[in-house]
């Protein structure tokens, strides 16, 4: 037991001796370093808290973009729908006022051509009068005349038709 006794003393006495020169040379070296890196944990924790936070702005802002330029697109479109909208509503009208046009020529012309056909058939039926009053006077009037002459001028009329 002397022996272990002595080796424990011994161990005890080389611990004191390697913990006072360790506290006496390193100690100060060590808590120093330990401090530095404490300190430079808690300054790369800062940065990440900052970094996060600027991320944060940043996504912010990229959403804010994002829903102005959504935003100015959806008024884009709205203004180009109103635009084709005020185009189509435009050919109508054109179209609408050209149909009109063509109408209105085909009414004129129809006009025309009725006018056209009444002199015609007044230059007809004038003609046919003018026939018949010259057969008539070229002959005696008879009752079997007259209507064999009114017969003929019927005939006539409906020959021009």
Do not use: C, P
């Not at 129809?110 to 230059?123: A, F, G, P, T």
């Amino acid at each position: 037991m002397n022996a272990n006794i002595s080796e424990i003393i011994a161990q005890l006495i080389t611990f004191l001796i390697l913990f006072f020169l360790l506290r006496a040379f390193a100690w100060k070296k060590i808590l120093k370093l330990l401090d530095e890196r404490r300190e430079k944990i808690s300054s790369e924790l800062d940065k990440i808290e900052e970094s996060k936070v600027e991320i944060e702005k940043m996504k912010f802002d990229y959403e804010e973009k994002l829903k102005a330029i959504e935003d100015a697109a959806s008024v884009k479109i709205q203004e180009a729908i109103a635009e084709g909208k005020n185009i189509t509503q435009e050919l109508k009208q054109q179209a609408h006022k050209e149909a009109e046009k063509i109408l209105q020529a085909a009414k004129t012309d129809i006009q025309n051509e009725i006018i056209r056909s009444k002199e015609e058939l007044k230059e007809e039926v004038a003609d046919i009068v003018i026939q018949a009053t010259e057969r008539l006077m070229e002959e005696k009037i008879t009752e079997e005349k007259d209507k064999k002459l009114v017969r003929y001028f019927v005939e006539g009329i409906e020959k021009t038709k």
